[in-house]
């Protein structure tokens, strides 16, 4: 797929609209089914890489365990033995980023117990390190647990030398689910064996035809609105007819009359209830008003008029000192202690004359005056405010006169005049007594008179007013089906328009995906006799898939009735590699858990092609117990960091760099070497074995790859390096001819490294000579070791 991000949908789709043949307000109904692009995580600079993951009471782990890894593209193959502790690492990265393990979605609780580590009683906690664009200082995201269930939990970002953070600011929730970038094992299978309508709207919604999906369902949404409007019209008004055809009333006569035909007479329907409201006149509309009219809230009135009192009493309490008077004489004294420090020689009044007046003693009770005048302002300021306040409140209260009972011979509306009123008074304890008053009496007017309002209704109403209210309901749903009618019709051609450019983009953008996944599999299936075909995505509603087109041996066939078991976790790999991979994808990394098992020799050596080329672009973490990936990996010379886990008592995890064997074989051998507590007989003994050990996997790497080469397959290569027992027959199948004696292979050794090769393969392969070579010194051994396997290692 191409590293670049997908245009915007929206715009696209937009800017087909004018070819679209649709009318303007099709149109623009189609816009408004289009939301904006949503908004990007503010906090996140460039691709998110990992730089350790730590956990502490976790899983397999308990004391504080950190993988450190390298932050940038590059593959990184964590392996250790089952029960180590190597998935717990994995589990713990998804659990602290995503706040849940797929291994436990949709599984009974027993499957949830075991998160807490049984040997370690401190509060179990699991973070990660990251480093955007893979430069800078590291933000760490760390989940702790606060008590004993998997939930009580909770998760923020440090950064250094800053607060701390909510994760949703530097990761984005719906990022994690379009571009999740976790893989285990047992995912492997859910992905093929999981519901396909769930795989179809993952790959669907990284396409970005999500959008038209959403669309399609908002725009079916409103055509149900609209229909059930319709259909509910029609109901109705046959309902509404019958109870008309029942009764006596000329006027109901009419009004079946108005309803039948093919569709009701809307004018008709409209005269005859404004006749009605003619005959009742405008008593009954004021009647309907008075009995909905509602007064003061007396609770409301009494909170705020309480608070009023409260606030003057405040008030008057700070009355006798002023703000104003009390920042003149501030001003005042600060204005002598100006003058004192300007004229430090003389203590004399400058006003009164006072000899020695604006002396220590003064200068030191003209500040206490001062602060103790500040506060005395600030109080009688705040009081004020406060009065202020609390006035305003209780004046807001109260509410012009309404309009329609301005003139009325109703009692309520002087009352309401002097309720009115009450918004001019400006004494505070006056304006609290008055509102308390007039407020009581006018609300218990207002009650009464919309008590006798609503009864008089009632005896208006008579017969006839619940046939109108009937009438007047089908007028307004037969209205709303007029209205809806050509709405219904345009929402059909915006449908059409929509899967007409869905299967369209649906062809053009599931393209680069589908290649991108079919190159995958040709990697990790090279030998299978089992090709995949194009990839698509089909159905609408409950009977969504996805297609996988698949042959056996050029014959047409269902890909998931032909494959094994290991090719069904290679499709899962090569559908799940392309979306965790996508430009507009913000992890720069991939953590895959466990992803070998199940596969031969060949699809192991085929995963390690595929890493390796994500690796290029991609920081790649893989958790295994299975030693044939790094093996697969060494034959390929794929540049990898090989990090060793293992478990010991009390569940301490110890993590160990292991990139190359022969290192490891060397610095044991070299570790015997400088050991002096070493009998010199016991060296002599040992350290050839263990040079031999260096020499070994030097020579494996070079044998497997050229046996590969020349077309044996896994199977026999292994065979035939299992029936090799001496460095010579090893040096024969990775350089020379298999069918060269011992002594031909040293002759060759000897020609291409010098005389000394054939002279250390001798002493450490004493079955290559006649004779063993004479001993010399340990560290001279292991020297010429490191040196003729590196020099085979570049071969």
Not at 115 to 137: E, F, I, K
Request: hydrophobic share 40%; charged share 30%.
């Amino acid at each position: 797929m191409s590293d670049q991000p997908q245009s915007s949908l929206r715009d696209l789709l937009l800017g087909r609209l004018a070819a679209s043949g649709l009318t303007p307000a099709a149109q623009q109904l189609v816009a408004g089914l289009l939301p904006e692009a949503r908004a990007r995580s503010a906090g996140r600079a460039g691709p998110l890489y990992l730089r350790s993951i730590s956990a502490a009471g976790w899983r397999g782990i308990g004391p504080a365990a950190t993988l450190d890894l390298e932050p940038g593209p590059g593959l990184t193959v964590v392996a250790g033995r089952n029960g180590s502790g190597k998935s717990s690492f994995a589990e713990a990265a998804e659990m602290v980023l995503t706040g849940d393990n797929f291994r436990w979605q949709d599984r009974t609780q027993i499957w949830k117990q075991g998160w807490r580590n049984l040997h370690d009683p401190t509060a179990p906690q699991v973070s990660v390190q990251l480093c955007p664009d893979g430069a800078g200082d590291p933000l760490t995201v760390q989940r702790t647990w606060h008590g004993d269930g998997l939930e009580d939990s909770r998760t923020v970002v440090h950064r250094p030398g800053g607060p701390e953070q909510d994760p949703r600011e530097i990761i984005d929730a719906e990022d994690l689910s379009l571009y999740r970038p976790f893989l285990s094992y047992s995912e492997l299978g859910a992905m093929i064996n999981g519901r396909m309508s769930a795989l179809h709207d993952a790959l669907a919604q990284i396409l970005g035809l999500d959008l038209l999906s959403d669309a399609d369902n908002e725009a079916r949404a409103r055509a149900k609105k609209l229909t059930d409007t319709v259909t509910g019209a029609g109901d109705l008004i046959r309902a509404v007819t019958a109870e008309l055809s029942d009764s006596d009333d000329p006027r109901a006569a009419e009004a079946v009359a108005a309803l039948e035909g093919r569709r009701p007479d809307l004018d008709r329907l409209r005269a005859l209830l404004k006749g009605q409201v003619a005959t009742d006149g405008a008593e009954l509309a004021r009647l309907r008003r008075l009995a909905g009219l509602e007064g003061p809230d007396p609770r409301e009135v009494a909170g705020a008029v309480a608070r009023l009192r409260e606030a003057a009493a405040v008030a008057e309490d700070a009355r006798f000192t002023t703000a104003e008077d009390a920042r003149q004489l501030i001003e005042l004294l600060e204005r002598a202690q100006d003058h004192r420090r300007r004229h430090p020689q003389s203590a004399d009044c400058p006003v009164c004359g006072a000899e020695s007046r604006l002396d220590e003693g003064w200068s030191g009770r003209a500040r206490e005056q001062v602060d103790r005048l500040r506060r005395e302002a600030a109080e009688a300021q705040t009081a004020r405010t406060g009065l202020d306040a609390a006035a305003r409140a209780v004046r807001d209260l109260v509410q012009p006169v309404p309009g329609w009972l301005q003139g009325d011979a109703s009692p309520l509306a002087p009352l309401w005049d002097e309720w009115a009123a009450c918004r001019d008074v400006t004494d505070p304890r006056e304006l609290a007594d008055r509102i308390e008053r007039v407020a009581a009496t006018l609300a218990d007017a207002c009650r009464q008179q919309s008590e006798e309002a609503a009864d008089r209704i009632a005896e208006q109403d008579g017969r006839w007013q619940p046939l109108a209210l009937r009438l007047a309901e089908c007028l307004r749903a037969a209205e709303a089906t007029e209205a809806a009618r050509p709405l219904i019709k345009q929402i059909k051609d915006v449908r059409a328009w929509l899967r007409k450019v869905t299967d369209e983009l649906r062809e053009e953008r599931l393209r680069p995906f589908a290649d991108q996944s079919q190159g995958i599999w040709k990697l990790l299936c090279e030998r299978s006799s089992v090709s995949l075909g194009s990839i698509s995505l089909a159905g609408t509603a409950t009977a969504r898939k996805v297609v996988l087109d698949a042959s056996v041996d050029t014959v047409d066939a269902p890909a998931f009735g032909v494959m094994s078991q290991g090719e069904l976790h290679s499709l899962a790999l090569s559908l799940f590699l392309p979306r965790a991979t996508h430009p507009d994808s913000p992890f720069g990394f991939l953590v895959i858990d466990d992803p070998v098992q199940s596969m031969d020799p060949e699809k192991v050596e085929g995963l390690a092609r595929v890493l390796h080329f994500c690796s290029l672009r991609r920081q790649v973490v893989v958790f295994t117990h299975d030693t044939r990936l790094q093996a697969a990996i060494r034959r390929l010379r794929a540049p990898a960091t090989i990090m060793q886990v293992s478990r010991g008592t009390g569940s301490v995890v110890r993590v160990t760099r292991t990139d190359d064997p022969v290192s490891l074989a060397l610095d044991e051998a070299r570790a015997v070497a400088g050991d002096r507590n070493v009998p010199q007989d016991v060296a002599d003994r040992v350290l050839p074995r263990m040079c031999r050990g260096a020499l070994e996997a030097a020579y494996l790497e070079p044998a497997r790859r050229r046996l590969r080469a020349d077309g044996h397959g896994h199977e026999e290569v292994e065979a035939r390096i299992g029936r090799t027992y001496e460095l010579t027959g090893l040096a024969a199948l990775a350089f020379y001819d298999s069918g060269m004696a011992p002594a031909e292979v040293l002759a060759a050794v000897a020609r291409d490294h010098g005389p000394w090769a054939r002279t250390l393969i001798e002493r450490c392969d004493p079955g290559a000579g006649e004779a063993p070579a004479p001993p010399g010194a340990p560290v001279d051994l292991v020297g010429d070791t490191e040196r003729l396997a590196r020099a085979v290692q570049r071969r």
